[in-house]
């Protein structure tokens, strides 16, 4: 997320510069999706009562959509 945000900063009129960052931010969303519906939602963070939660990863849908428009 640091790299995207680093990327979009320098490449303000020029997102699409950043796809490389942007589709391995999304790969790691939707393996974060795919752990959490095969453990029913139930993997822990250390030390944690929450579950794996990601405020960088957009909603599940949008992220297999994004990907399968970006293959």
Partial sequence: ACALQ??????TYSPERC?????RLYQCCSKLY???????GT???KGSNKGS???ACPMPRVVERWLKNHP
């Fill in 6 to 11: 680093t990327c979009l900063s320098a490449h």
């Fill in 19 to 23: 796809d490389a960052h942007l589709k």
């Fill in 34 to 40: 795919q752990d959490r519906a095969e453990n029913n």
């Fill in 43 to 45: 993997e822990r963070i």
């Fill in 53 to 55: 939660i990601s405020t």
